[in-house]
């Protein structure tokens, strides 16, 4: 994948160009030019999300306002970002 089509998010949230809290030589090397500032704002129309964080980060509407049949990777242990009934719940309209 191209990596100006990934945006890493951690407990501050997106790393963003310019952005000065928390960031280390590893984070500014894949630092994104975006706008967005939050979890919750780079999951809109994204086909994918990896999460390495903690349980429950991550909400139902969080996943609605990803791309369609988006793919979830919620890998945090011992409970993961969302759960799997959570995000099979998915808006018909």
Do not use: C, W
Not at 69 to 81: G, S, Y
Not at 83 to 91: A, F, K, N, P, V
């Amino acid at each position: 994948m191209r990596k100006e089509n990934v945006i890493l998010t951690d407990s501050k949230g997106v790393i963003y160009k310019g952005r000065t809290i928390d960031m280390t030589p590893y984070k500014e090397e894949f630092a994104a030019e975006t706008t967005r500032r939050t979890l919750t704002e780079a999951l809109v129309g994204a086909d994918v999300f990896v999460g390495l964080s903690i349980g429950g980060i991550v909400k139902p509407h969080m996943i609605q306002a990803m791309a369609p049949n988006p793919i979830v990777f919620a890998m945090a242990n011992p409970d993961p970002e969302i759960g799997y009934d959570e995000r099979s719940r998915r808006d018909p309209t």
